[in-house]
Antibody, heavy 122, light 108 residues
Framework: EIQLLESGGGVVRPGGSLTLSCAAS????????MRWVRQAPGKGLEWVAG????????GYGDSVKGRFIISRDNAKNSLYLQMNNLRAEDTALYYC???????????????WGKGTAVTVSS | SYVLTQPPSVSLAPGQTARITCGGD??????VHWYQQRPGQAPVLVVY???DRASGIPERFSGSNSGNTATLTISGVEAGDEADYYC???????????FGPGTKVTVL
């Protein structure tokens, strides 16, 4: 069974930093691209970042570009999202998701974690 | 950047057919995926690559994509189909993922 378990969320002040983690199991992690998607309270889905199978290719949504960094450790079957200079509008539930189409991150999201909540507030 | 449009809500009685549209400029030239999100739960892939049903999804769900509109059809809607539905495309020109705003399906 494929499982994606996010962690690292919490409350942080504006301008602060936070690193999210996603522990993957049930599939060959380094065969697939991965993405982070977020959902603000009561709002829709927003793509945050994507990374290919070995991490040499990444992409970011416009609202987080230059502030967030996606990375992965295939030896640990883990995905990360380093979030810097956080703003109130970054408050959301952050989901980790597996790209079901293969090694890149531009396909469909076949599996999702349950999410980890980030609140940016003073 | 590329913009997707969806009706905010669709309401129908059990057994009816729901057609959820996803509009975008020449969306027929792009690949569309659909996700279902029940209240308080993570999204679930329903249809991918325009027309392919995800594993475990009932045959009642189907997808199409042509021209400026992609459509997710739920035939014989059931109470358990109540959820928000999102379409998604990858916009090659901006190299970004775009989600539609979502459609809330209510089964009366």
């Amino acid at each position: 069974e494929i499982q994606l378990l996010e962690s690292g969320g919490g409350v942080v002040r504006p301008g602060g930093s936070l690193t999210l983690s996603c522990a993957a199991s049930g599939f060959i992690f380094n065969d697939y691209g991965m993405r982070w998607v977020r959902q603000a309270p009561g709002k829709g889905l927003e793509w945050v970042a994507g990374i290919n199978w070995y991490g040499e290719s990444t992409g970011y949504g416009d609202s987080v570009k230059g502030r967030f960094i996606i990375s992965r450790d295939n030896a640990k079957n883990s995905l990360y999202l380093q979030m810097n200079n956080l703003r109130a509008e970054d408050t959301a539930l952050y989901y980790c998701a597996r790209d079901g189409s293969g090694p890149h991150y531009r396909g469909y999201l076949a599996d999702w974690g349950k999410g980890t909540a980030v609140t940016v507030s003073s | 950047s590329y913009v997707l449009t969806q009706p905010p809500s669709v309401s129908l009685a059990p057994g009816q057919t729901a057609r959820i549209t996803c509009g975008g400029d020449n969306i027929g030239s792009k690949i569309v995926h659909w996700y279902q999100q029940r209240p308080g739960q993570a999204p679930v892939l329903v249809v991918y690559d325009d027309t392919d049903r995800a594993s475990g999804i009932p045959e009642r769900f189907s997808g199409s994509n042509s021209g400026n509109t992609a459509t997710l059809t739920i035939s014989g809607v059931e109470a358990g189909d109540e959820a928000d539905y999102y379409c998604e495309v990858w916009d090659r020109s901006s190299d970004t993922c775009v989600f539609g705003p979502g459609t809330k399906v209510t089964v009366l």
